[in-house]
């Protein structure tokens, strides 16, 4: 499954890009994050909680980030183990173009779930990643404008 958006954050792309590098931020903003641990530079490990219509799975996750084209990329990678409910594994593209109301970030992320989540439906599945990319977006975009007050 692909899922496109955009979403106009009034703050310069280096903030943008910075904060998207920045585990605290990310902890913060991911929708049923419950644990999120940064090994290297680029690797994190997360523990995520996801409900999908009937099966709620907590994911076990590792993530790597790329951030070797910013600040106008943002790449990460990730697979997640949510023992009997399934697997999900997927990558993010993040293009963050400035413009004269901050910055506009444009993402396309790609995602594979398999197992049981996998049974319980395209339509549920996209629906929650949905509203999960557009929650932690909302998310990012508050804790990044708090923190510049």
């Known amino acids: 499954m692909v899922l496109e ?10 903030t943008v890009f910075h904060a998207l590098n920045d585990p605290e931020v990310l902890k913060q903003s991911i929708p049923g994050c419950e644990e999120l641990k940064q090994i290297s ?3 994190l490990e997360a523990t995520v909680v996801i409900k999908f ?6 994911f076990n996750s590792n993530v790597e980030i790329d951030p070797s ?3 106008e990329l943002f790449k ?3 697979k997640g183990d ?4 399934g697997f999900a594994s997927g ?7 400035e413009n004269d109301a901050g910055t506009l970030l444009k993402y396309v992320v790609n995602i594979d779930i398999s197992g ?4 319980v439906g395209g339509r549920l599945i996209e629906g929650t990643s949905k509203r999960i990319a557009k929650k932690f977006f909302a998310n990012f975009e508050e804790i990044l404008l708090q923190r510049q007050t």
């Open 76 to 78: 990460l990678a990730g």
């Open 91 to 97: 990558g993010a593209d993040v293009h963050l173009e």
């Open 41 to 43: 530079d680029t690797e």
């Open 82 to 85: 949510a023992g009997v409910a």
């Open 69 to 71: 084209q910013g600040p």
């Open 53 to 58: 219509g009937p099966v709620k799975a907590s």
């Open 5 to 14: 958006e955009e979403v106009q954050i009034p703050l310069d792309r280096n």
């Open 116 to 119: 049981k989540l996998a049974q």
